[in-house]
């Protein structure tokens, strides 16, 4: 198969192949697309093929084409300008032709589609931050600018769950005709006489109202920013009766599927990817090749940039590739002594996980329990105790993907499994060590149960508590990415550059670390999805927070950074965000179901104080519907229906699973029959080239091409057609044995 | 002058076959500001290849001189581009020109020697570009042919040792960072906009 070559290499190297070649069908509605201008020795061709007004009546094929072109509208054809004219000239005369009915359609799919495009680059012009987005993308490259429109994502989803919150929660409070007990009926349910209800007095200090403003303590819990303010359970309109619990139970749980929906939506075109992606083939270096480059690079110093990481990258690959083939050649006494080893380093890890958490709980239930100490302190040392499980989550985070990227070294994993895994890692911990607090938290409640009296401020209003917590992590959060930028990254700029010291030149400008600062944006954001149930007011301070670090990001990567040596890819980088969001909103469902369902909801506070957990309140909706409704929820709520729906919905997946298996088989079974048709149909040449006996140039045998060089038979523009045809070979056995 | 202009967007743009009238108007500013004087009382300008070059949008590019060659309609096949052939450059770099606009100029982009197929000879030219021309950019031949048989494996169907349009269309559509990155956006002109005399030729 691979000997045989039905045209000879000429003399100056080029193909030669027979004119009659020219007249296959396929090479037609290749030529069909190609300018006719550029070519010149088709000169005697292109009477016959040029794009005129009249069909080809000799070639049926061509009229095919033109009717499969016709559908789609003339701006989208791949033709110079003037051809398109022409184009749409002959597709005027021909629609006079079609009777008025035909052509109203016609016109009105034409508006339709023209409205449609008009609304399409509207909305798109009004995107949030569009001309910054396209300057970091001029400047960086695709890789950064994901983060950065995953960032404006996170703005509109954090401002459609405030929404939510508030339309549903805030705006009937707000409304409420008949006037509130403000104050909280601290008293009932206390039975502790020692509470130390000493932040009552009028005249605070100013230190102690900025602990105050950070902490969502003392003002800030008789305003709606927390739970324990929502202490209603109905409210009475002139002509409704608005029952709150009810209200606030089904606008948590709206908000989360509302954002797993989204979710899942956004990184739908990501799933179809790898889903249909032939497993065989990943087209890595495909992929890198020829969409490697970014056009819109504007400014010369990152298209060196761009350069530069492109020759890496290839050549990383490439080396991967290699390594890849070492590894196979692994001996036996050497995969014992590196498995061995990878067991070790994992459970240093793993021990190195069980400290970071355990120093989290205790930091917990440290700070959970200094609000009873009778003595306060200078207003520093409080603030760092209110925050003491902040900074240690930060500095766990901070301190653990150094660690992990220290050990991978010495697992021997090739780099491109080095580099993910070590961000597995990453993620793991931050999303345990919001786990871990939350355990903590819960743990303080659970006493709370056997004695109320350990912890006062807790056990009456532990929603309170929790709901503070959170914000003082998201405050915190915010407060070191300011801190990080301001402090650590632009003095490290100004080193750089002013002084002339080998150490700074080694240590060089920082770099823009895609996936460490995606993950912190994944920790924010799931510690707003499990806080807005006891925060209504969090996700508006991160829609803020995160419009502010837009800003921030955005300046700090235009002053102080470079790119990273290993570039991120987009595409991949997507899917990454998405896939990690969705992990962290999963988790967030957690701690959010346990302490609806579970844990009981405290009795002086907060809408659900009537009942014993969140959950009731929706059961004792339901039996205040009437009798038809009932009975319809009862049924979907029963096991007969949720048995059978999952029975068809495992039915659907599998079909599903199945006719994705023989698509991929039919397309394999496609692939060879190309290849064979290839084979055919130079077998067939040969074949008509014998018959034709068309006169010969005598040429040695010895010209007949290798396999690695041999010719693009026919599928080639090449422009010398006019020499004839050299049979150098018999033809092959295999051609016509399929 | 505004008014002008944008008639000349709503009037002209079925002409052009762009359905973008910021487009239109953008490409337009920008290409009369590089005809000198004389030339803007033209009918139809045509700019040679080196002022294309110097828009700053094209100047960092490693395939500019290949965008221009691609799109030119010039007998002589000397890059030179008209303002319909900008304005075919900008549409099929634009947002909404679709992938088989994108993948078939790209294609031809990439076919350095123009014969409709991409043999080594492209790739590695192609390559070459990517990574930059001078000596310590290059990859070693070593690893140049191993790259290059590396894409023929993953792309070359009818094992022909070529990519045809087909073949490169088939991998492209499976390519998800092309439609991201096969883009160019024009930047909204510092100057101001051309007198009447100029809009006039275009109408």
Known sequence: MEDDSVFAIGGSGRITSNPLLDQLPSYQSLLYRRKSSSVKSRGSLKGRLSVSGRLNTVNRLEERQKSQMEQRAVSELPFPMAEKRRHKDQRMEERKDLSSCRQWREGASRYMKRLMDDAHSFLSSMKLWRSDIHQIEGMFGTGILSYFSFLRFLVALNLIIFLVMFCFVMLPMILDPTPRNVINNQHQGNVCRTHPRTTRRILKNYHEHIVDLLSGDGILERTYLLYGFYTKDEIHFPKVIYKLPLAYLLATLGYLLLSLLWIVKRSAAGFKRHLIKDEDRFQSFCNKIFAGWDFCITSESAAKQKRNSLLYELKTDLEDERIKQKMADRTTKDKCRIYLLRVILNMFVMGVLAACFFSIYVATTFSQNVENRKNKVNFIVDLIYEYLPSIVITMANFVTPLLFSVIINYEDYSPAFEIRFTLMRCVFMRLASITVLLYSLWSQIDECREDPCSNPKLCQCWETRVGQEMYKLTIFDFIIILAVTIFVEFPRKMLVKFCDCRLAKMWGLQEFSIPQNVLEILYGQTICWIGTFYCPMLPAICTIKYFCIFYIKKLSLIKNCRPATRPFRASSSNFFFLGVLLIGLILACFPISISVAQIKSSQACGPFSKYNTSWEALPAAVEALPQSARNVIYFLASETFAVSFFVVTCLAMFYVIALAGAHKKVINQLREKLVMEGQDKRFLIQKLCQAQSVPVAKSAPQLHSPSRQSPSYHTSFSSNFNEAVVLAHSPPNSSTHV | ?203
């Open chain 2, 1 to 203: 002058m505004g008014t002008t202009a944008s008639q000349l967007a709503k009037d002209s743009l079925s002409e052009y076959q762009v359905n973008d009238h910021l487009l239109l108007e953008n490409a337009h500013r920008r290409f009369t500001e590089l005809l000198d004087r004389d030339e803007r009382n033209h009918p139809n300008p045509r700019v040679p290849m080196e002022v294309i070059l110097t828009l700053p949008e094209l100047k960092s590019n490693p395939f500019k001189t290949r965008i221009c060659q691609v799109f030119s309609t010039s007998e002589d096949k000397d890059g030179s581009l008209t303002f319909e052939d900008f304005l075919d450059l900008l549409s099929a770099f634009s947002d909404s020109a679709t992938l088989e606009i994108k993948s078939h100029y790209a294609f031809r982009i990439f076919d350095f020697d123009d014969d409709g197929t991409l043999d080594y000879g492209d790739l590695e030219k192609l390559v070459n570009c990517l990574t930059g021309e001078t000596e310590d950019t290059r990859l070693t031949s070593e690893e140049m042919r191993q790259l290059i048989s590396n894409i023929l494996d993953e792309s070359d169907i009818d094992k022909d040792g070529t990519v045809n349009l087909s073949e490169f269309q088939h991998v492209i559509s499976r390519s998800p960072d092309f439609v991201s990155s096969f883009a160019l956006f024009l930047f909204y002109p510092v100057f101001p906009a051309p007198n009447d005399a100029v809009l006039h030729c275009f109408i």
